[in-house]
């Protein structure tokens, strides 16, 4: 089992550049301070550009001459928008009477981890009130022979003996192969799990657009301001809260907070459409390319790939240019031939791509060819291209036949993913990707694989061409 690594809040707060902002030491009865408080936790956009003149958060100075300054009336320093560090810069501690906060990355896992049928154990201690609507495992009744109080407090104080005796009684989901990682992961990040400053997620995240009338803001920021007054009005009113209200207000805006964080991360950052894989590992590649796979008519290696002529103009385009600056062409004249033979043919780019291909490794260009998903031998392959076609019109991959079988392909539509070896280096690496690897079964002893059946299509053609020669002549 894997595990995040937990970050030390304490030190974090410690090593902040700027003054933090207490939470708890603010206003936020009176609606002047529910404002201000909105505008420490909400950045607003106005327009569809971003400002990169240097500014405080509260725009109280404004202008590259006071960069770097610290603004006397928000106490934040002056910097552009885009060199402001992720960190936030509003920080909750415990309300009165309450000796800690819990890390809401270690919250999650400690309530996942300790959930035994349905019920969490973990809430269960830390939140008095917490009734759950499944009924209490038989096997939990084990527990009551320790004598364990409820609430926040005492769970942060004998932390260590009631994970040895959820342990002992076994109420706690295996996990990993001894089935007790959960219990390794305490050991490595037992200073990590309790904090006495808890920050609000940085304002950076938190944007109100405005666009003329409308503004548009994510309704899950709602979940994080919830979780913020519930510990900071704990201590607000004329009749503060008691310590056993202030201990279920702490328990239930933590357990807000870890819910905010994992559905964040989950798909905000982690989902399908979500940044990472939008802006990160889902991005196209430098040197790469995807289009449509169709099949080579003439004869052929195995190996061969015939690339199209406007995808190799974008992919070859740096190639292109050293040789074109090389022949004395001057950069505007390279960009406007360039842009030409994107969906025209030019015989001079024809030349160079001629070049490109004969003083390659063995007079071919090698890359690698895969086809989503990559799940089994000869679904990603080392191909070779002999030649890049001269049709414009033809936006198509040209590939063998023969190695369709191992990628699950067929010219039917399929499109698969390019990828260009830059050097000496990645060139000897994608030798173990060469469909003459996967020709043996590596099952049976002098087998042939499954991966290199002729396609039925191609079966059909020579059962034809072969029963009726003089039709095909």
């Excluded at 002047?32 to 958060?57: I, K, M, Y």
């Excluded at 049976?444 to 694989?449: A, M, N």
Aim: hydrophobic content about 35%; proline content about 6%.
């Amino acid at each position: 089992m894997i595990y995040e690594q937990l970050i030390n809040l304490d030190e974090d707060f410690s090593a902040l550049r700027n003054t933090p902002i207490i939470a708890n030491d603010l206003d936020i009865i009176t609606q002047e301070g529910q404002e201000r408080l909105n505008a420490l936790l909400l950045l607003r956009q106005e327009g569809d550009s971003l400002s990169t003149v240097p500014s405080c958060d509260k725009g109280h100075l404004v202008g590259g001459q006071y960069e770097g300054v610290i603004c006397p009336e928000c106490g934040t320093e002056v910097q552009a928008a885009l060199e402001r560090p992720l960190e936030s810069q509003l920080w909750i501690r415990p309300p009165t009477g309450i000796t800690t906060l819990i890390n809401p990355a270690a919250f999650t896992i400690l309530c996942r981890e300790f959930t035994y049928d349905g019920f969490d154990i973990i809430y269960w201690f830390c939140d008095p009130s917490y009734a759950p609507r499944s009924t209490i495992p038989p096997r939990f009744q084990l527990i009551d022979r320790y004598g364990f109080q409820r609430g926040i407090n005492y769970f942060h104080a004998n932390f260590d003996q009631i994970v040895g005796a959820l342990r002992e009684c076994g109420l706690y989901t295996p996990s990993g192969p001894t089935g007790l990682d959960i219990f390794d992961w305490i050991d490595l990040c037992r200073n990590e799990i309790f904090c006495t400053h808890l920050p609000m997620p940085s304002r950076s995240g938190f944007v109100v657009e405005k666009a003329g009338k409308r503004a548009c803001l994510d309704t899950s920021i709602t979940k994080c301001i919830d979780a913020l007054r519930m510990i900071v009005t704990a201590d607000a009113g004329i009749m503060p809260a008691t310590l056993y209200r202030k201990q279920v207000r702490v328990a239930k805006a933590l357990r807000t907070l870890s819910n905010y964080y994992f559905t964040f991360f989950k798909d905000t950052l982690g989902g399908k459409g979500g940044a990472f894989r939008k802006h990160v590992y889902g991005g196209r590649t430098h040197f790469s390319a995807r289009a449509v796979i169709t099949s080579i008519c003439e004869r052929h290696k195995l190996d061969d790939l015939y690339m199209p002529w406007g995808l190799s103009v974008q992919v070859l385009r740096l190639h292109l240019k050293n040789r074109l600056m090389k022949m004395g062409v001057s950069p505007r004249e390279m960009h406007q031939m360039l842009s030409f033979a994107t969906n025209n043919y030019e015989p001079t780019i024809d030349e160079l791509f001629k070049w490109l291909v004969a003083n390659s490794t063995n007079g071919r260009l090698p890359c690698l060819f895969q086809r989503n998903p990559t799940l089994g031998r000869g679904s990603a392959q080392n191909l070779w291209v002999p030649k890049i076609k001269t049709d414009v019109r033809d936006p198509s991959f040209s590939m063998s036949p023969l190695a369709l079988k191992a990628p699950n392909a067929d010219f039917d539509g399929d499109e698969m993913n390019y990828l260009l070896a830059i050097d000496k280096e990645m060139t000897f690496r994608l030798e173990r990707l060469s469909p003459h690897l996967y020709a043996m079964d590596l099952a049976t002893p002098r087998k042939l694989s499954g991966y290199l059946q002729m396609p039925s299509p191609i079966v059909s053609t020579i059962s034809n061409w072969l029963d009726h020669p003089n039709q095909y002549s």
